[in-house]
């Protein structure tokens, strides 16, 4: 079950930082004259779009031999080897340049932060909130702050201007899940129907537009390709397919069967920068291995991919999209496809 509990994690990493009052010094230093070097294992990955930060999630050792360890969030400067302990198991979204929004992974009262490089820039005071998604259209960050109480999901999302700071309330159906397009700037929430399922778009100011029958929502970096939400596997695996965004036109196929005969397949991620590329994790059931590969939707086929398990050290795209980013011998690597 690697390939299950490994793609849980980065799932719900998919969809998800705050600022302790005790942290350490910014500045501190690793290793001397190796940037690159990180001292404890690795769990969770994001890379900053200019490649020169990563957020980390880390299994830190306490001083105090014979206590547990803790899971800890730090952003570390790949030219300095600078770093900065940002707090205890914290999730991060990448946004522009090298600037990070940290948020807590649970639902929260405390202000979601806007991190550039090592410094905080500012805090947002939303209240109560859940989640976090960015929109790369618009540069806003979008947050769950409101959830029925009968239903499972959201039903108010709050935009985030990170620039002006400025807040809009969004009313939408009860719902679990966002996706966006980046060349229009329009986002997407679920809507269930009673058999099947659709979507509410949005402008990207948060007007609602109109309710979809299909809920194709989950685009690619240009918006040529796109998923059905249920590829991003909130409740567990399940079938899905790629699209393409203007036609509907099915191109490839993954169904979930567990039959013991039937090659298994768990999206991760659309590359950044690059329509045709994404990151999944499969399970084989020739040669009974998991893996995690990069398929190209153009040429219809799995183009690299690498021995995967539940205690791998992660693997994500760079910021740029030009290669994949992982852990080696305690060391960020980067590399090219």
Same mark, same amino acid.
């Given at each position: 079950?690697?390939?299950?509990?490994?793609?849980?994690?980065?799932?719900?990493?998919? &969809?998800l930082?705050? +600022?302790?009052?005790?942290?350490?010094a910014?500045?501190?230093?690793?290793k001397?004259? *190796? $940037?690159?070097?990180?001292?404890?294992?690795?769990?969770?990955?994001?890379?900053?779009? =200019?490649?020169?930060?990563?957020g980390?999630?880390?299994?830190?050792?306490?001083?105090?031999?014979?206590?547990?360890?803790?899971?800890?969030t730090?952003?570390?400067?790949?030219?300095?080897?600078?770093?900065?302990?940002?707090?205890? =198991?914290?999730?991060?979204?990448? @946004?522009? *340049?090298?600037?990070?929004?940290?948020?807590?992974?649970?639902?929260?009262?405390?202000?979601?932060?806007?991190?550039?490089?090592?410094?905080?820039?500012?805090?947002?005071? &939303?209240?109560?909130?859940?989640?976090?998604?960015?929109?790369?259209?618009?540069?806003?960050?979008?947050?769950?702050?409101?959830?029925?109480?009968?239903?499972?999901?959201?039903?108010?999302?709050?935009?985030?201007?990170?620039?002006?700071?400025?807040?809009?309330?969004?009313?939408?159906?009860?719902?679990?899940?966002?996706?966006?397009?980046?060349?229009?700037?329009?986002?997407?929430?679920?809507h269930?129907?009673?058999?099947?399922?659709?979507?509410?778009?949005?402008? $990207?100011?948060?007007?609602?537009?109109? @309710?979809?029958?299909?809920?194709?929502?989950?685009?690619?970096?240009?918006?040529?390709?796109?998923? $059905?939400? +249920?590829?991003?596997?909130?409740?567990?695996?399940?079938?899905?397919?790629?699209?393409d965004?203007?036609?509907?036109?099915?191109?490839?196929?993954?169904?979930?069967?567990? =039959?013991?005969?039937? *090659?298994?397949h768990?999206?991760?991620?659309?590359?950044?920068?690059?329509?045709s590329?994404?990151?999944?994790?499969?399970?084989?059931?020739?040669?009974?291995?998991?893996?995690?590969?990069?398929?190209?939707?153009?040429?219809?086929?799995?183009v690299?991919?690498?021995?995967?398990?539940? *205690?791998?050290?992660?693997?994500?795209?760079?910021?740029?999209?030009?290669? @994949?980013?992982?852990?080696?011998d305690?060391?960020?690597?980067?590399?090219?496809?």
């Amino acid at each position: 079950m690697g390939l299950r509990s490994r793609s849980r994690t980065a799932a719900a990493l998919l &969809i998800l930082f705050l +600022i302790p009052s005790c942290q350490r010094a910014n500045g501190e230093v690793w290793k001397d004259s *190796d $940037p690159s070097y990180v001292p404890f294992p690795v769990q969770n990955l994001m890379v900053a779009s =200019d490649n020169r930060f990563v957020g980390l999630t880390l299994e830190e050792k306490p001083e105090q031999p014979g206590t547990a360890t803790v899971r800890a969030t730090y952003i570390l400067d790949l030219k300095t080897g600078n770093h900065r302990r940002v707090g205890a =198991d914290l999730m991060l979204i990448s @946004t522009v *340049d090298h600037q990070f929004i940290s948020f807590e992974t649970d639902t929260s009262s405390n202000a979601p932060t806007l991190i550039n490089g090592l410094e905080t820039v500012r805090t947002f005071d &939303i209240g109560k909130h859940n989640g976090g998604f960015w929109n790369p259209a618009t540069k806003i960050a979008i947050f769950e702050t409101g959830w029925p109480s009968n239903a499972e999901g959201f039903n108010t999302l709050t935009l985030v201007n990170l620039e002006s700071g400025a807040l809009t309330k969004v009313q939408t159906a009860t719902a679990e899940l966002i996706g966006a397009c980046r060349t229009t700037g329009h986002f997407y929430t679920e809507h269930h129907f009673e058999n099947s399922e659709g979507a509410d778009e949005y402008d $990207p100011a948060g007007k609602f537009l109109s @309710t979809l029958r299909s809920d194709l929502a989950v685009y690619s970096a240009g918006c040529k390709y796109v998923l $059905p939400f +249920i590829a991003l596997s909130l409740h567990g695996p399940d079938d899905w397919a790629i699209y393409d965004a203007q036609t509907h036109a099915k191109l490839a196929d993954f169904p979930w069967n567990e =039959d013991g005969k039937s *090659d298994l397949h768990w999206f991760q991620a659309w590359n950044p920068q690059d329509d045709s590329l994404l990151l999944m994790h499969s399970s084989l059931a020739a040669t009974k291995m998991d893996t995690l590969d990069v398929y190209d939707v153009g040429r219809q086929k799995v183009v690299k991919s690498w021995p995967d398990s539940a *205690d791998a050290s992660p693997t994500v795209w760079s910021g740029d999209g030009k290669g @994949t980013v992982t852990v080696r011998d305690h060391h960020i690597v980067f590399e090219p496809l």
